[in-house]
């Protein structure tokens, strides 16, 4: 189903600015993910920035973009890329990215397809269309710059996941940055990012008003809640998102729990794959390669019925709506030594919110009851509060413009400080036109 006519719904404006730079946000300007963001001068230079979908149910996808030549992809999770293939089919648009962001689209987008399928959900593209977004890809190394009519583009390190970028633009006019996801944080598998001089900084508030527990407080109750279930005889199920936490997760626990007999099912295997043949993006690929090595590697039924033996199990999906995870946790709710520990953010609707909320979830179709001992952690990859304001600081920016962000929780309390801090705070809507002089 195509849910869009090209060039009869957008919104968005036919002539360029009369000066300055105008932005226009398809989606992600209020709200976390579906993000779509246009940027044009008035010299008619025009670039658009991600275009996602939101992995809710049923997702909920950007507004339609006007013809853009090139667009920026900054990384690889579906709220950011997921309606790439569609742009490249309707408007013939360039993909700039890393390297390992255009290696794993692929799987991203051919994962996304599967899942509307499954769920009878629309999507606005075709199978065939995933050839025709691959073969759109121009790869660029962090800190190369390359040009765009009159502007100079140039990718560096966000942190978050590897091969994830920030993007920052020189125009003849000003400079900006735009975060993508973002975080200053170190995690096992990328070093955080580091500010860049900017006159317009488009940040990502996806936590603001919060602030992270401590790193390393955070490892030890994991690592010490792991212990204790695996003392008293039980399976841990750590669900994980396949691109970034899996391997995150593995690393860590490579770290702390050498002698644990650890297994990784689903997605994160191919990924981390991806991940080490790119080692010179990564914060220290001899580590990721080592706990690859030591993980013990679910490749077929069996190994997935020997995998219902070990201490840990860490595999997809992160909010138990599909994969592996409900195989195992459909087997392992029996015995009340096991536990599931959930590593990231569970969204509403979802089988492991619901599972957290009401101790029920569907599984195959059934509603299963499920009384085992479940724990959250937090170990999230996006900047907190504190490291949003400190890098805004960083950066001097005059312009801070904070987008993915829950605009009545999140965004109110980043605004206020970022105010306090002297920087132009802009907030702004899905659909609407914005011009900074
Ligand atoms: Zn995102
Ligand atoms: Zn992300």
Redo the contacts with the bound molecule.
Sequence with gaps: MVLYSPGRTSAYPDEPPVSGLRFHYLG?GDE??N?GIVLEDAQGTRLLLDY?IAPTSPPRYPKEAPVVHDAVITHS?I??LGMAPWLCAHHRTRLHGTIITSELSDMMWRDCYKVSSIERYPLAWDKRDIDTALDSWYVHDFGVPWTHHNWELTLHPAGHIPGAAMLHITTPETSVLLT??FDTRDSSLVSGAQPVQADILFV?G?YGGRDHPPKQEEIDRFISSVEAIVKRGGTVLIPAFANGRTQDVVMMLHEYLPRLNVHVDGMGKRVAKTHLNHPQLLRDASALERAWRWAKQVSSKSDRKKALAADVIVTTSGMLEGGPALWYLNRLRHDQKNAIFFTGYQARDTGGRNLLETGTISIYGQQAHVSLDMEQFSFSTHAGHQEILNFAKACQAKHVVVY?TDPNHARPPLVEALVEQGHTVHEPKNGESYVIN
Excluded: M
């Design positions: 992600g976390v993910g993000v996602g999770h709220d950011h993508g996801d990502e996806t993915h």
